[in-house]
């Protein structure tokens, strides 16, 4: 009777443990996901920066709204739905004839209904602060939806989609500042292109985590390569800290401000101009195996 | 032994459940609406955009990273249910873990740090609480050039 309890007593700790363990396992891929969610920057970030060299809008240079309807599995519906987000980014940041915006949210909720989680999205806040030219507003309710979306894929039992949805959205972002720093070159924008390096090196062990079956398997083969090219570009990441900080009354708001000014030329970035031209035909090529 | 084993399984169910318990109780915070807070204050300071939000919840805070710009400059803007952010605060650190920049300064907590990126790169944001018993929060991050 002793030996049975005993085994029971063991059988209930192993059990525990077993769903403990399974349980940290789904929670930490989840964290990895969510954190990268959170740690990639927001693409208004390049979206800003492109602004600001003067460079025009130009649409030629964006997926095509329509080209959704050649989408035809999830694979390929996700990772456009992140290549569109994108494009919505830039978009939004410029004064665009007024046709634009709404072609690319009638895309982005056809797709997403496609992919049954429109209702994770709330077209009609996002419609109200794109029309009311609520910027912050716009930008934390699609960063929000795409939160949601992360979660409903993971917690369906489909991550992978979650994992093609962020590199979707970040090659964009890559291959757009690429294209706009051809048509118009700019020191800023190169660098921009090279700091990706650090970007890339997140996402892929996390793409790779999901590389079973065969497009998946093509797509992080080709996000490896595109990681060697990155490999010769040379960043420097230590840096001397400036703790120095005074306390400052923004309005009623109490800021505690690092005035640590980063310097104008030295950046420790070391590249040359065939290093970023490889990643632009890369990145194009790529791109086009997506969208096409 | 056969008549004992529904009490076995809820012993073993009891066992798991009480293993289960504390990742469960982390879901009760809802933090979008001191998130919304945060955005109200990145409006009120003209010039920053949003960018990422924090929540925070648990009495261990929460750790997360993002990826610095150099040259951008950035703020952390906290929201918890003290007018003042009082109870939360920010610990901003390079990849080699070092402290660039902190809300709780002089030991006393302060609602928002801003800081300039000096070199682009990953940076982890420690969030923590102290002094407090309400482990609810979020935080708000911005930028502008």
Known sequence: MIKIRLNFICLCIFLGQAATTLLAQEINKEEVLNGMFKSIPSPYEISSLIKKTGVKFNSEIINAPDNYQKYNDDYKKALNLGIYSSDLGYINIYDTPDTIPPAYLKTILAMSSELKIDQLINFTAITGFAFSKDLNGLLSETSSSFEKINRHFIENDRPELSALLLTGGWLETLYLTCQVARDKPNKLLDNKIAEQKIILEQLLPILSQYSEGKEMAKLVEKMSNLQELFKKIKIKE????????????????????????????????????????????????????IVE | MIKRLPFQLIRVCLLISALLLPELMFGQCDSQVFTDKGIRELNKQGGYTYLKSYPVSGENGKKYSYIFSQGTNYMIALANRESDAKGIFITIFDSNKKEIATSRADGKFYPAVSFTCKRTGIYYLQFSFDNTREFCAAGVLGMRR
């Open chain 1, 238 to 289: 230590k840096i001397k800290a400036n703790n120095n900080f005074t306390i400052e009354k923004w309005g009623k708001l109490e800021v505690v401000v690092y005035r640590n000014e980063a310097s104008k030329t030295a950046n420790g970035i070391k590249y040359n101009q065939e290093d970023l031209d490889q990643i632009l035909t890369a990145s194009i090529d790529i791109r086009k195996s």
